[in-house]
């Protein structure tokens, strides 16, 4: 599939999705949506590929939502169309998604890096969800994945004053799970990335699957579903080559990456 609105690259065992919209500090439209979602569902279904990352340039990981696209939707189209679904479809890809975030990722753009596994932000990186200052609100998971990643108190805070915040925050309140030279970030995020595609990939997206389930549900719950789905891994070979691997010292080869 030729992408006008992104670059689409597989490094090694890792796809690579990069926004590439510079003019409009890539604001996420309808083409942007679909390309990324295609781009996903592409390096899901391929086997060679073991973990993504999604990035954006120096100056803005993405900016939002398209405020240009957007202006003029009625009410009745917004809500006929269920504006902006597709992204969810970007949730369930079952390959860990690493977001690599420099410079902005404001509304859309910070629901979008939340949507990922886990967030890598350069030390120029700056979260924020301004849809206040334009008389709306967050409206693709920011409400909802803000409060839950840093709590009730600055998630009120972000969607209520529009404020951003930067890198060092971010990691300070738990958003981003490291913060890197704004040089090495891409870098960074692809190791990241390499070394969970170099683990079993079954193990992999069941760790994914457990984590996630803890949003979703009870403790006792998840925790019953965390001991199944370890319970499984026990079936694989790659259990048996893992265990045999640290009990003689060495790499493990899994069969199954
Ligand atoms: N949409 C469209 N175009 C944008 C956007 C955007 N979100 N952000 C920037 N651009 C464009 C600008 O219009 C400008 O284009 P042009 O050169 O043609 O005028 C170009 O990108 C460069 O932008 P600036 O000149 O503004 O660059 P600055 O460096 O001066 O400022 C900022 C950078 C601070 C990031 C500034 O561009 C800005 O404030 N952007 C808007 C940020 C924002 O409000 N984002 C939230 C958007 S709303 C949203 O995301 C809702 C999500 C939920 C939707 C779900 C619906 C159901």
Not at 117 to 141: H, R, Y
């Amino acid at each position: 599939m030729a992408y006008e609105t992104i670059i689409v690259e597989a490094r090694g065992k890792v796809g690579l999705i990069t926004l590439n919209r510079p003019k409009a500090l890539n604001a996420l439209n309808s083409e942007v949506l679909a390309e990324v979602v295609a781009a996903v569902n592409g390096f899901c279904a391929n086997a060679d590929i073991g973990a993504m990352v999604i990035t954006g340039s120096e100056k803005a990981f993405a900016a939002g939502a398209d405020i240009k696209e957007m202006q003029a939707i009625s009410f009745a189209d917004a809500y006929a169309q269920d504006f902006f679904v597709g992204w969810e479809e970007f949730t369930r890809a079952r390959k860990p998604v690493i977001a690599a975030v420099a410079g902005y990722a404001l509304g859309g753009g910070c629901e979008l890096a939340m949507m990922c596994d886990f967030i890598i932000a350069a030390d120029n990186a700056k979260f924020g969800q301004p849809e206040i200052t334009l008389g709306v609100m967050p409206g693709m998971g920011g409400s909802q994945r803000l409060t839950r990643f840093v709590g009730k108190s600055k998630a009120m805070d972000m969607c209520l004053t529009g404020r951003m915040m930067d890198a060092a925050e971010a990691e300070r309140c738990g958003l981003v799970s490291r913060v890197v030279p704004a040089g090495e970030l891409i870098d960074e995020a692809l190791k990241a990335a390499a070394k969970i595609a170099d683990f079993s990939l079954p193990s992999v997206m069941m760790a994914k699957e457990a984590v996630n389930r803890a949003y979703e549900t009870t403790l006792a719950e998840g925790l019953r579903f965390e001991r199944r789905l370890f319970h499984s891994l026990f079936a694989l070979d790659d259990q048996k080559e893992g265990m045999a691997a640290f009990a003689e010292k060495r790499k493990p080869n899994f069969a199954n990456r």
